[in-house]
């Protein structure tokens, strides 16, 4: 059973990430051990492997969506459940070793969703570098300390982590972006329903016709908002499609749980991958008294009496 409060943390490293940054905003993670993973698997295996207490991992970015190495290692493998989430805003700068100017650019690195939201600033200011994918913004800042790049797209943090200079900032071509990041740890515990949370599920369903509208109706009729729904490939082979969402609830209400065992009926596998309290703090959209906690539990007692023959 994982701890109630993780001391000791992997994450998408080098150091200087996103990832970091979103961690080091966690009071408790500042208490423990902060281990940088080589990957978003690498994070996961240590959780896995029982090396650390929970993996902390970029799931989507508001400009360029799900980071699939996430989703994938969540679907796959032993199970983990998301116990958390944090947004940050995320804000770039043009790193460089000291002394080299925009000028001596030749070649631009960075991971290749930080790639994506500065594509327009780096072919404006930047037209015939080179542009370069890197395992993360950090490990771009730190290629470029040891001399393999020119130039990294990287937070602000990691150029300072790596000795470098900022010599452009605000380099994003969509202002504001946020990218959103999730604590996993291993099966146990679940967070108490707060009244504002999220549940994650991914859903393998039959390959039949409507066998998606099935499983969006088992949340409908329910009155249960979606606040996510992505299809992956299930690998098996083309056309063949596995479905990952997020839910307005918790697994504790009532209508979440009823919508859980649906969907364990309908489709070919369900992994629950955790409910857990929503960063932004926002409640679930209202819901009508018949999709209620205690309706479905008066419910329960009139069929309860039927069966005992009242």
């Given amino acids: 059973m994982p701890q109630q409060h993780?001391?000791?943390?992997?994450?998408?490293?080098?150091?200087?990430?996103?990832?970091?940054?979103?961690?080091?905003?966690?009071?408790?993670?500042?208490?423990?051990?902060?281990?940088?993973?080589?990957?978003?698997?690498?994070?996961?295996?240590?959780?896995?492997?029982?090396?650390?207490?929970?993996?902390?991992?970029?799931?989507?970015?508001?400009?360029?969506?799900?980071?699939?190495?996430?989703?994938?290692?969540?679907?796959?493998?032993?199970?983990?459940?998301?116990?958390?989430?944090?947004?940050?805003?995320?804000?770039?700068?043009?790193?460089?070793?000291?002394?080299?100017?925009?000028?001596?650019?030749?070649?631009?690195a960075s991971h290749p969703h930080a790639l994506a939201q500065t594509r327009g600033w780096v072919a404006e200011h930047l037209p015939a570098a080179d542009v370069l994918a890197a395992a993360s913004t950090a490990d771009a800042a730190r290629l470029v300390a040891e001399g393999a790049f020119d130039a990294a797209v990287c937070p602000a943090l990691a150029a300072e982590r790596y000795g470098l200079d900022a010599v452009a900032t605000g380099l994003a071509d969509?202002?504001?972006?946020?990218?959103?990041?999730?604590?996993?740890e291993l099966p146990g515990r679940l967070p108490a329903p707060t009244g504002a949370d999220k549940t994650t599920v991914h859903c393998v369903v039959t390959d039949r016709t409507g066998a998606l509208l099935d499983l969006l109706t088992e949340f409908a009729v329910r009155g249960i908002s979606l606040t996510r729904l992505e299809s992956r490939p299930t690998r098996e082979r083309l056309g063949v499609y596995s479905f990952s969402l997020d839910v307005e609830g918790h697994v504790a209400d009532a209508r979440m749980g009823d919508a859980l065992a649906a969907l364990h009926r309908r489709c070919?596998?369900?992994?629950?991958?955790?409910?857990?309290?929503?960063?932004?703090?926002?409640?679930?959209?209202?819901?009508?008294?018949?999709?209620?906690?205690?309706?479905?539990?008066?419910?329960a007692d009139w069929l309860a009496d039927l069966r005992r023959g009242h």
Avoid: C, W
């Fill in 268 to 299: 070919e596998e369900v992994r629950f991958l955790g409910s857990y309290p929503r960063d932004d703090g926002q409640a679930p959209k209202p819901v009508l008294d018949a999709d209620g906690d205690p309706a479905f539990g008066a419910a």
């Fill in 174 to 184: 969509h202002p504001g972006a946020v990218t959103r990041f999730v604590q996993v």
């Fill in 6 to 108: 993780p001391t000791r943390f992997a994450y998408l490293g080098p150091e200087g990430t996103f990832t970091e940054a979103a961690l080091r905003s966690l009071g408790a993670s500042s208490e423990g051990e902060r281990r940088p993973a080589a990957s978003v698997p690498a994070a996961l295996a240590a959780l896995r492997a029982g090396e650390v207490d929970a993996a902390f991992v970029p799931m989507e970015n508001s400009v360029e969506g799900s980071v699939s190495p996430t989703l994938d290692g969540l679907a796959a493998g032993d199970p983990v459940v998301i116990t958390g989430e944090v947004f940050l805003a995320v804000d770039f700068v043009l790193a460089v070793r000291p002394g080299v100017g925009l000028d001596g650019v030749g070649s631009v």
